[in-house]
């Protein structure tokens, strides 16, 4: 869900436990606010101007996303609101923060289409979900008569529509919101990660208070993979891995006899390609701001500065996820988080000493020299060690973050497909694509293949078997063959008879039939 180049801006946030506290189901520092009007397009490409309702009749404008099912189950809601007043005397008006997959988001309000009544607006730069401090879905913003906010109402559960319901009778029918209906309630809270806000690491930590309910509290990724979080005191905690791309984060618990959701947005970014890039701001947790979140009871700041094992034992208190799995980046085990990481660095602590390959090149100098060939592996020439290698820990050697053949398909998804076909080279079917293919610098052009031609092949079949092998390369067919190969002077090769990676042919023949598509046997 959400991102996208569509996305042009977003501000810099404030603490989110501040913000939240602001929109809290009660109105808080919003109420008897002024609203701005907005204008925007609608799902059906029409214009939407606030200003039509805006101080003629109280509105009820409904942030939410399809991929939110707190959202989703609250419009059957919306809808009979509108239908219970009428447009003379409410006027709900959808927000959806949906910027991703416009056209998914067009199919599932085709579903509602005879029954929706209601204008749903594309929010495509955040513009108004920021103006309202949105930061957590679904947020429900009443707006009084006169265009003043009356009441905000944060999360969807059966307490909570009861709630917006007289919240919108007493405003329809008094003129103003029952003070009892619109006080602050504590609930769940996300601390951590900020709402619209993006990351470039491949997991994330979702740290919220339980506002005292008891959970359990489980954490839905993108309305699919559930974990559970770990609950103590008045803090609940669960470390999620993000897909790239958006990221929609739920934290579902019970709330009496109902079950009850708060949901964030993070975006992971990739540090190399194109297609996958958002304005939102970066998150880093380590900031005066967020910090403060956390200093009541956590010391934030490392004991023994200088003392390089005293400052890593400080860090695992909180990354304890760094360690205990089969492959651990060295200076962790034996106490060195500071030969990476600035422990003085301001305004955010822990930056990196230095950026990419750098950063990796001042204590692994000894294989500078190995990239310096002509041809590079392309996250290598843009220093990104990262994008293959996990700087703290993996289970697989080398810490690469995936077994190496499915490293290698989560960027040449081309190859993905060959995958399925009934004949596979055996590197290609164990996924050891090193075997043929240099990882980082190669002085081969093609595909930084570790030799050319035939002598690919010996590293593996040896002469011996090669000698046995009676069909001719190095000559001329005598006869052209579709999809069969020929080097550069026009002769056979291996890859005139044998595809590298699979086919549906025997021998991995790359014409069907094998080698009787050639010979007649």
Known sequence: MMPARVLRQASGRTALL????????????????????????????????????LGKVPILLDFGSIYCSSCVTSIPHMITLQNRYGSEKLRVVGINLDTYGLARVRRFFGTFQRSINFPIVLDLELTVSRTFHVTTLPTYVLVDASGAVAATFVGYDDQTARRIDEAVRTLVEEGAVSPAVAQTREDVVLLSPDNFTKTYTDH???????????????LRLNGGSERQA????????????????????????????????????????????????????????????REARCSPCHAMDAEGAGEIEVMTTFCLRCHSDLGGVAYVHGPIPVGGCSPCHDFTS???????????????????????????RPYLHGPVAMG??????????????????????????????????????????????????????????????????????????????????????????????????????????????????????????????????????????
């Open 204 to 218: 994330i930590s979702v740290v919220g208070l339980t506002g005292g309910h008891e959970g359990p509290f489980t």
């Open 18 to 53: 501040l913000l939240l506290l602001l929109t809290s189901a009660g109105g808080g520092a919003l109420a008897q606010e002024k609203v701005q009007p907005f204008t925007g397009t609608t799902l059906g490409g029409e214009t939407f101007d606030l200003a039509a309702y």
């Open 230 to 289: 770990i609950a103590y005191g008045r803090m609940f905690w669960v470390l999620t891995p993000l897909s790239l791309g958006s990221n929609f984060i739920e934290i579902r618990y019970r709330k009496g006899g109902s079950e009850a959701t708060q949901a964030v947005v993070i975006f992971r970014e990739p540090r190399m390609g194109e297609g996958l890039e958002i304005a939102f701001p970066e998150y880093k947790f380590h900031t005066p701001d």
């Open 346 to 372: 301001k305004p955010h602590k822990y930056d990196l000493v230095t950026e990419g390959s750098d950063l990796c090149f001042s204590c692994h100098d000894d294989i500078r020299d190995k990239f310096a």
């Open 384 to 521: 990104l060690c990262t994008l293959c290698h996990s700087p703290h820990s993996s289970p697989f050697k080398f810490q690469i973050r995936l077994p190496e053949g499915d490293m290698c398909l989560s960027c040449h998804e081309e190859l993905k497909a060959l995958s399925s076909r009934f004949v596979q080279h055996v590197p290609f079917q164990e996924g050891r694509c090193s075997g043929c293919h240099e990882p980082h610098a190669g002085d081969n052009a093609e595909y930084l293949l570790k030799e050319t031609g035939g002598k690919l092949c010996t590293l593996c079949h040896d002469e011996e078997a090669m000698a046995r092998h009676r069909h001719p390369v190095g000559r001329a067919p005598k006869f052209a063959v579709a999809g069969m190969t020929v080097d550069a002077a026009g002769n056979l090769t291996c890859r005139s008879c044998h595809e590298p990676h699979a086919t549906d042919s025997e021998k991995l023949s790359p014409v069907a039939g094998g080698c009787a598509g050639c010979h007649k046997m």
